[in-house]
């Protein structure tokens, strides 16, 4: 694996700014979201020009960049279902692909600009106008001449549709570096599809055992590596993490196991800069150096102040929400979300103290907590969080409401999170 992890002496990135951008589908105080209008998928291009979401409604809304920090409704697609994961594909002859999955069906879509003929009634006062020698009658002094002009307005097909190879509801999508082939993962298989080929996957993992009351662990994210076309990660129910190289082996047994996490783990993405790993499962954040599989290089305590709560948690259904995760494009900065509407941002290059506590609103806080200095720092940076039943601004914490989707820029230190039915967009 080529490239290498941000030496332990390099001084660390200073921490960001943020500032509220703009949103979308802001709702008044008390008012009720409708279930079908709740976001449930977010993700930017490749280019950072163009913005997706899905919600539970089965809608796809397309945004595309205006200005500097601004972005403006492109185009809606209904596609039936939850939308559970959105990924844009690359681009080509102006166009915008992108995959999009529900339970059981994956979906590729072309958007693209098309002119359309446009036909408008124009007036021409004809009252000065001579018809063979005579003026026209008052009833007819004005006659209605078609106009035609040429607008653009974006137009989105469905291409192809992948169904029928999941028996499970799939739970992800990632696109191949290679342009050519992605994956798609349920609780207990993925498979390997080429773009061009619908009536055809390729199983390259089943965890499922000869008999199911044997079953111990689930599939809960697969990912491809976004330049390494012949690398893959999968995350399971028990907090492990796989690394696949395509090359070597498929089906195959353990082989690059990470050590056990206490939690499921509920997302993960690779870092494009450096050789780094990014999981979330239920408290904590934790980063990986993938060619160690020791243990984390650095663990962030998200909800360390949710201990005393788990019972009531569980209760409730609260403990099983699947939080998302993100990582800048220099690998310098993560964040993930939490309760009432809350989202942390965590400096983690060797050596940061950078965290902050941002709300989904108008007007976001944020504080800096100095990170507690560790015996083992060079192995494992922990971050400590809250006292219990408060943010990081000392608010008491809603549990009905969470910020589980996220997505940062490609290239610039900008975020889009979902609360509810809303967007928000913030840049530093």
């Not at 999955?101 to 124009?122: A, L, R, S, Y």
């Not at 000065?128 to 078609?146: C, D, F, H, Y």
Request: with cysteine; proline share 4%.
């Amino acid at each position: 694996m080529n490239g290498e992890v941000v030496s332990a002496s390099a001084d660390p990135s200073p921490p960001l700014e943020w500032r509220f951008s703009q949103v979308f589908g802001e709702r008044s105080a008390g008012e009720e979201v409708n279930k079908v209008d709740v976001i449930s998928a977010i993700q930017f291009d490749n280019s950072g020009d163009h913005l997706a979401t899905g919600d539970r409604g089965g809608r796809v809304v397309l945004f595309e960049r205006t200005d500097a920090n601004n972005f403006d409704y492109l185009k809606s697609l209904e596609i039936e279902e939850k939308i559970n994961k959105i990924r844009w594909c690359q681009t080509a002859n102006g166009a915008l692909f992108l995959l999009s999955t529900n339970d059981k069906t994956i979906k590729f879509w072309k958007v693209q600009d098309k002119k359309i003929k446009k036909i408008c009634d124009v007036n021409s006062d004809l009252s000065r106008t001579v018809v063979n020698g005579e003026v026209p009658e008052a009833n007819s002094s004005s006659l209605r001449l078609p106009v035609t002009s040429h607008e653009s307005s974006p137009v989105a097909r469905c291409r192809r549709v992948y169904s029928h190879a999941h028996d499970y509801h799939i739970n992800s999508i990632s696109n191949n570096s290679d342009g050519e082939t992605f994956i798609s993962a349920d609780d207990l298989r993925i498979n390997l599809w080429n773009l061009e080929i619908t009536n055809q996957s390729f199983n390259i993992v089943d965890v499922k055992p000869e008999k199911m009351e044997d079953l111990s662990e689930v599939i809960t994210s697969a990912e491809f590596h976004p330049t390494h076309c012949n690398m893959l990660a999968y995350s399971s129910s028990k907090g492990s993490i796989r690394l696949i190289d395509l090359r070597q082996s498929a089906l195959s047994g353990s082989k690059s196991f990470f050590t056990e996490i206490i939690a499921s783990v509920s997302d993960m993405k690779f870092a494009k800069e450096r050789r780094c790993l990014l999981s979330r499962d239920f408290m904590t954040l934790k980063l990986w150096d993938i060619n160690m599989d020791s243990g984390p290089v650095s663990t962030f305590q998200v909800h360390e102040h949710l201990k005393p709560k788990l019972c009531d948690l569980y209760e409730n259904d609260s403990i099983f929400d699947k939080f998302e995760c993100c990582i800048s494009g220099n690998g310098l900065q993560a964040a993930t979300g939490s309760c009432s509407n809350m989202f942390r941002v965590f400096g983690v290059s060797p050596g940061s103290t950078e965290t902050a506590s941002l709300e989904a609103s108008r007007n976001p806080t944020r504080r800096h907590v100095p990170v507690p200095s560790s015996p083992f720092k060079a192995l494992s940076r922990v971050v400590s969080r809250e006292s219990p039943g408060v943010d990081g601004n000392s608010n008491a914490l809603d549990y009905a409401t969470k910020l589980l989707h996220l997505a940062w820029h490609p290239s610039e230190n900008s975020i889009a999170c979902a609360a509810g039915n809303s967007l928000y967009m913030y840049y530093a």
